[in-house]
C-alpha cells in the first residue's frame, strides 16, 4: 500500500506526527507493534509547556482526567530546599489513558490504523516497511517515533543509543495519598539524576532516574528513596532507559526522520519528554508535507533539522544547567542558592511549568553565575 508518509510508534511523538499530517492532507500511516490502550513506564507528569502543545496539535481542551497540581516540594542531595506553592498548574496523567487518548485523536484525523501490527524489515532507501504477516507499505518519507529503543534508529545507524550516555529510570506505582499532597522531586536521588513523587487520584507513582553508566546500583538508590518516602519495599520496580544527555546531531538520514525518544529529547534537568516528543513529531510532519510539496523526499531532513533547532538548544543548555546542579565542585554552591532564592527556586517552576524557556533561563543564570560561584568556594550566604 502507497502513502505519503509512515509514522513507525503511535507514542506522544508519532500521534502528534500522525495527526499533524493528517491535518495537512496528507495520506498517513500510522504503525504500532502494540494495540492501545497499552501501556509505558512514566511518571506522567504533564507539564504546561506540554499542555501549549497539546492544545496547538491534538485538541482545544485537555482530557477531563488529567490531576492538577500547584505546589512542590523540592529537596536536593537529601536536604529539603522548600515547598513551592502557587506554581503553574502541573498535570499529572497516567500513559495508559493518555496514549490511547493521542492515539485515537490522530486516527480520527484520518491515519490510516496500523497499530498492533509488528514491522519485521524497513528499507529506509525505498521507504518500505513490511509487517508481520508479509504486507507491504510504503511512502517517500518515514518518521521513527519508536522510542528509547527505536527499531528505525537501529536500522539507519546500527544502533538506539549510546550505552556510555543514556539515562535509566526506575518506578514503583504506590498506593495513593491524601489529595492535597504537594508533587516531590528529589535532585541528586541517583547520580546525576532526580527522583519524583507524583500523587495522583487512584495512584502514586514514584521514581528515580540518572545517567545510566554512573548508577551501576540504582535499585538499591530506588529502595533507599522508597524508604525515605515511607513506601513499603515490596512494590514491583519497573526500569527503562530514558534519552537525556544530548539531542541526536542527525535525527535522521535524508527521507527518514527521527522523533520524541528516538530522537534523545529528553530534558536531563527536569525529565519532560512528553512535550517535546509531541513538539518534535509535529515538526517532523511538517517537514515531511515541505520535503513532499517540493518532491525533494530526501530534504526533509535538512526541513526538520531546521524546525527542531530551538529544541536542540534547549537541550544543550539544559546540560550545561545540569552541571551546574550536579557537578561536585558546583553541588555546595546550588543547594545554598536555591535554599537562598526564592527566585531561583520559582525559576525551575517555572521551567517545569513551561512559562520560562531555557534560553532566558540561562541569561538569568548567567548573570548569577558568579555570585553561585562564590557560594559554592563557600563565600557569601543569603539570596
Ligand atoms: C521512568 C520514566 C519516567 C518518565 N516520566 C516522565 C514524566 O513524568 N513526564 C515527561 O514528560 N516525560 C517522562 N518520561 C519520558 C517520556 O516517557 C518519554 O519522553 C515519552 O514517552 C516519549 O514519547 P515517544 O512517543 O517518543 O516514545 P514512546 O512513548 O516510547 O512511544 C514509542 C511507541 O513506539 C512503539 N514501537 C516501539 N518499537 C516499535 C516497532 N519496532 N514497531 C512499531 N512500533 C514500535 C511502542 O510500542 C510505543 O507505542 C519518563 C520516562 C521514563 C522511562
Redesign the pocket.
Known sequence: MLFDLIV???????AAAAKTAADAGLRCAL????RFP?D????????GR?ARYYREIFAPDLPADFDSKTAVALYGFGEKLGVIEDIPPVYLTM?LAL?DHLCALALAAGAADFTGR??TAFRPETGEVTLAGGEVLRAPVVIG???????TARTLFGRPFDPARIGF???VEAPPLAPEAPLRIDMGAAHWGYG?S?PKTGSHTV?I?GVHSRNPDLKALMRAYMRDLGLPGDARIKG???PFGKARRNPGRDNVLL????AW??DPVT???????MKS?QMAALAARDALARHEPAAALRLYRARLRPIRVAMRDANFVRLLIYWGPFRKGFIRAVRGSGRLRHDYMRLLGGELEYPDLMRRLLRRLPNYLGRALGGRKGA
Open positions: 513507525i510508534g503511535a507514542g506522544p511523538a508519532g504503525v504500532d507493534k502494540a497499552r509505558k513506564l512514566c511518571g506522567g507528569g504533564f507539564t506540554a500513559r496514549d509488528a514491522i517515533a519508536d522510542g528509547v529503543n527505536s527499531f529510570a526506575l518506578e519524583w507524583f521514581g532516574g527503562q532507559y530514558l522523533a520524541g525518544d528516538a529529547l529528553v525529565g519532560e519528554g512528553i512535550a517535546y516528543a513529531g
